[in-house]
């Protein structure tokens, strides 16, 4: 790997930035996709790009056939994190089943009966305000954020921090009527359609789900698709 090349991945690592590298089997001839941003002496094409979306979207390497030869695809992701805010009995299932997907989760409640570690064995605990929370853990293009309290207090100021984030899911617990009042209220805070589109509201997949654990399945598939197929498949 070329100096630059390492250099450049290490300061997208540090921004949260995903990355892509692919080097020509042939020569060595080497492209880094930083976001928008390409560089190396590797033409990058249609190929390439798909390519490199893939890899991004699956967490694999690959090797992409090019009319220059087979050019082997790198994703390097920022790692995957969720930020639940409510420390409720659906987080009880919902963190250790994203713990186990190769989420690191931090729960954020200001309540510490609620987030103790004892209801959260192995979880990192935020009693701050979620929008202090979500102020200090800064989510990016591979963090989820979902809220489960039902307190317009504690979910609003976390989804407010989350819109303004490039969290690549946002969803938020609650019916119909309850979503359609949050977004009201959200537009208020000077969020426009498009940005209000980005919430998941209904939390999670339309499984039935009716338990808690149930619900937090819901919401970690409906995670997983976010995070897994093409945004025009979805």
Not at 30 to 56: K, P, Q
Not at 81 to 95: D, E, N, Y
Not at 111 to 118: D, G, N, V
């Amino acid at each position: 790997m070329k100096s630059e090349t390492l250099a450049a991945l290490r300061e997208a690592r540090a921004s949260g930035t995903p990355a892509v590298r692919c080097v020509r089997l042939g020569d060595g001839a080497e492209a880094l996709l930083v976001g928008e941003i390409v560089s190396g002496d590797l033409a990058v094409d249609a190929v390439l790009l798909a390519a490199a979306a893939s890899a991004l979207r699956s967490d694999r390497g690959s090797l992409a056939e090019t009319a220059a030869g087979p050019v082997f695809v790198e994703p390097f992701n920022p790692p995957l994190r969720l930020i639940i805010v409510g420390a409720v009995h659906i987080t009880q299932g919902l963190a250790p089943m994203a713990q186990m997907a190769g989420y690191q989760v931090t729960v954020v409640d200001p309540r510490h009966a609620f987030a103790s570690a004892e209801r959260f064995p192995g979880v990192a605990l935020s009693n701050d305000w979620p929008d202090e929370a979500l102020d200090a853990l800064k989510p990016d293009a591979r963090t989820a954020v979902v809220t489960l309290t039902h307190d317009p207090k504690l979910d609003d100021p976390a989804l407010d921090r989350a819109l303004r984030s490039p969290a690549f899911y946002i969803a938020a617990l609650g019916s119909r009527k309850t979503h359609a009042a949050r977004l009201q209220r959200l537009a208020a805070l000077g969020h426009d359609a498009a940005a209000l589109a980005r919430i998941h509201g209904p939390a999670g997949l339309p499984l039935g789900a009716a338990t808690p654990a149930e619900i937090a399945v819901s919401v970690l598939a409906e995670m997983t698709q976010a995070l897994r197929r093409p945004k025009d498949a979805q």
